[in-house]
């Protein structure tokens, strides 16, 4: 499960976790409307096990792309996260479009990289070894990425992800194919 980030005039931008896509040959995008669209990928960081995935604009049928609704990125600083509800779409459960309702039990664990460290997020809601998707708060802003290396950094069970405050600059070198 991933989040549409951006749209160029060219390409619609779509951020996932690429750890279940390492030998695939092709990808492709369902969006919302249940309409499958081959896509490329832009980059992939492989610390982080995030990519940024490219669907041609002119390859979207116009129904899909009249539905495209680029996500609103949050901030995952605050310390008042600790405690607020929040929603984890996308596949929390290992099944596309599942969602799960929680909040948010600790935002002070670090993942330290070789060139970043990011704050991880962590919730009482469950999850599976295969979760995927984004957490979300109420007002429907992005705070958090459910990945892979977040995952192994959580509670057992727990969904964890990478705060959106610090993966923003990473989003951008992907798209940019930095």
């Not at 490329?40 to 990519?51: E, P, S």
């Not at 060139?115 to 705070?143: C, F, H, K, P, R």
């Not at 990425?145 to 964890?160: H, N």
Request: hydrophobic share 40%; charged share 20%; with cysteine.
């Amino acid at each position: 499960a991933g989040v549409i980030v951006a749209e160029n005039g060219v390409e619609v931008l779509v951020l996932a976790d690429a750890g279940n896509l390492q030998n695939a040959g092709e990808y492709f995008v369902r969006f919302c409307d249940k309409q499958m669209v081959k896509a490329t990928m832009k980059n992939k960081d492989g610390q982080t096990g995030l990519a940024v995935y490219a669907v041609r604009i002119s390859d979207l049928p116009e129904e899909t792309r009249e539905s495209v609704v680029i996500a609103t990125l949050g901030s995952s600083t605050s310390d008042s996260l600790v405690g607020s509800p929040m929603l984890a779409v996308g596949a929390p459960y290992g099944t596309s479009g599942s969602l799960s309702y929680g909040m948010i039990t600790s935002s002070s664990k670090k993942m330290n990289l070789a060139d970043a460290i990011y704050n991880v997020i962590t919730t009482d809601m469950s999850m599976t070894q295969n979760a995927s998707g984004a957490v979300m708060n109420l007002q429907g802003e992005i705070v958090g990425v459910i990945t892979k290396s977040a995952i192994e950094k959580a509670d057992v069970g727990t969904i964890s992800a990478l705060g959106i405050s610090d993966v923003k600059t990473l989003i951008a070198k992907l798209s940019n194919d930095e």
